[in-house]
């Protein structure tokens, strides 16, 4: 049995981690996280008490992360009832095979607490519908063309779906509003 307080207390705040960022990665996460708009929808599902904790575990380099983490930081810096912290994958590898996607150690994984760091539930490495479509043409599609494609998705997105999902598995479901 994993103890996540003790993971959470080695944890890392989203801030210290993007400052230990290589610099090649470094702007991309702050970029993300500066451009985001985190929707009324969002902020209106997590209740000021709401103690929810998101151990969240990522590496620098990795692409669907800095599209992802930024975004949760940043509904975490706006909603009180939600903390953040970051956790490195090759750092804790008894962690992570605890959330093997398909037998992949993939990342990010965002695993959601309560206020006894209980496990609620989690969510990763990509939104489920962008899950879906990378798992069924990374066998056709080059790379070269594979990454580009994720990458527009996450730009149309906004992050709204991994938000969506995010919440949903922290035990907080949004309701969209028009």
């Known amino acids: 049995m994993l103890d996540f307080k003790a993971l959470w207390d080695k944890s890392l705040s989203f801030d210290s981690f993007v400052a230990s960022c290589k610099a090649e ?16 929808w969002a902020l209106a599902a997590v209740p000021a008490n709401a103690g929810r904790k998101l151990l969240v575990i990522v590496e620098d380099w990795c692409g669907d992360a800095s599209n992802t983490v930024p975004i949760i930081a940043k509904l975490t810096d706006m909603a009180p009832g939600l903390e953040l912290r970051v956790i490195l994958r090759d750092e804790n590898p008894e962690l992570m095979d605890r959330y093997l996607t398909n037998g992949s150690r993939s990342i990010p994984i965002v695993i959601a607490l309560d206020h006894q760091f209980q496990e609620i539930g989690h969510w990763g490495p990509r939104p489920t519908e962008l899950q879906a479509w990378v798992m069924a043409n990374r066998g056709t599609t080059p790379k070269a063309e594979l990454y580009p494609q994720v990458r527009k998705w996450y730009a149309r997105d906004r992050g709204e779906t991994t938000l969506r999902e ?3 598995a922290a035990g907080l479901p949004a309701e969209k509003v028009a």
């Open 166 to 168: 995010v919440l949903e």
């Open 25 to 40: 990665h470094c702007g991309l996460w702050q970029g993300i996280r500066r451009l985001a708009r985190i929707p009324d």
